[in-house]
């Protein structure tokens, strides 16, 4: 017996949404086609139509607003594989905020499906108005009825060059309409015309879908075209650039027998990324596995920097960090930064700087003046402390790491050394 491509039922939508209809249909049409769950790539979107992800036996990416197109048209560059799917599920508003991104795979024809779920507003947010709503239909930010008329985004995919572009109304059984979208080679587009339960019927009372659709002037209908899919021969190609990275050589062996999470934060601008980063390749030359992750504030030069490190002697399955097993601070903005995670260490270790109050915590408190080598070596003066005194890897390999990125001739080594050997 062949794999559904649904693996739940009922589906987590609001009774009588169109969403519903489309992911069941979606399901049978590309079963009706002969495809196996792992043969489609299913990309969604933000929006409601974006909670089938758990539902589906297929792979599925989740997408950024407006981004599932653009994430579809990266798929379908790299997948070179006969046989394959990818399908792209987007709403009105993702529409609306991705346009660019569906009207260049369009353009380019590239092999891939996309449905648009549009029940003409922004029904996760709150029903506001999207570029897709038709005129004079009310959403909670128009309250009149939008004052201005939607893209037509079917007319304006086959003007940009799609293979096949279709809209129908999300009533009944449209399973045969999606099956001759998703069997097109190139790109095929089609819109699904919905009202949402939860906004579009309380403010449109009254109103039939039919007679929506039809007062917008966006009859249903089939459009096509003829034109050679995207070909991968097409211009010209480069190499691999994986193959132009250096690799990290091999140096002494690590003396990790578990797995150590480490929370590195200080202040923007004062090297706390580098000396993560520097710690991290010190750890993979001495053979252990690693996951490295940076946050900071979207104004960058001010505020907290945090580093994020997993080191392991074996693999990694993730890479999230709760609490961590050692929180490496060197300023303020990093304690304020990280304060609930430290409050919440019942072992392991605070190695903070001997300037900052320590909040109340059960970890092991060590404190060492690590500003005093400059704000700008204080996080670096703190990787090579660990590196002495937590005997994990070698004081050695890291200042060989720094040397190779030519971080090493920059430092106080004195000044760092007295530091770290007090």
Known sequence: MTRPMLKTMPLPYCKGCGHDLIAKHSAAALEKLGFYPLDVILVTDIGCHGIIDKCM???????LHGRSGALGAGISFGLQAPGKKVVVFIGDGGATIGLQHIMEAA???????????????????????????????????????????????????????????????????????????FGQKGFSLIEVMEICPSYGVKLNPGRKLAEVVKSAGRETGVWTGSREDFSHRQGKKSGDLLSEVSGIAKGSEHRLKNPLSIVI?????????????????????????VTQKGSYPV?????????????????????????PDLAIITSEDGLNHNRKRIMAMQQGSLLIDSG???????????????????????????V???????????????????????????????????????
């Open 299 to 323: 104004t960058v030069g001010v505020g907290f920097s945090t580093a994020e490190l997993n080191l392991s002697p074996g693999p990694i399955h993730f890479h999230g960090i709760d609490t």
């Open 265 to 289: 934060s200080g202040s923007a601008g004062e090297g706390v990324q580098l000396a993560a980063t520097l710690l991290a390749k010190a750890s993979i030359s001495s053979g252990l596995q």
């Open 57 to 63: 036996n297929t792979h599925t990416v989740h997408g």
């Open 384 to 422: 090579l402390y660990f590196a002495r005194q937590f005997g994990v890897l070698t004081e050695e390999i890291l200042l060989h790491i720094m040397e190779q990125e030519g971080k090493a001739a920059k430092l106080p080594i004195e000044k760092i050394r007295q530091v770290i050997e007090s």
């Open 356 to 382: 900052l109050a320590v909040p109340e915590t059960s970890a092991r408190v060590i404190r060492r003046d690590f500003r005093s080598v400059g704000a700008r070596n204080a996080a670096i003066c703190a």
């Open 107 to 181: 353009r380019l024809n590239l092999d891939m499906s996309v449905v648009v779920h549009n029940n003409m507003l922004y029904g996760m947010t709150g029903g506001q108005t999207s570029g897709l709503t038709p005129q004079g239909f009310r959403t909670t930010t128009s309250f009149e009825g939008n004052p201005y008329a939607g893209y037509d985004i079917c007319k304006m995919s086959h003007t940009a060059g799609a293979t096949y572009v279709a809209r129908v109304l999300g009533i009944g059984d449209i399973s045969g309409d999606l099956a001759k979208v």
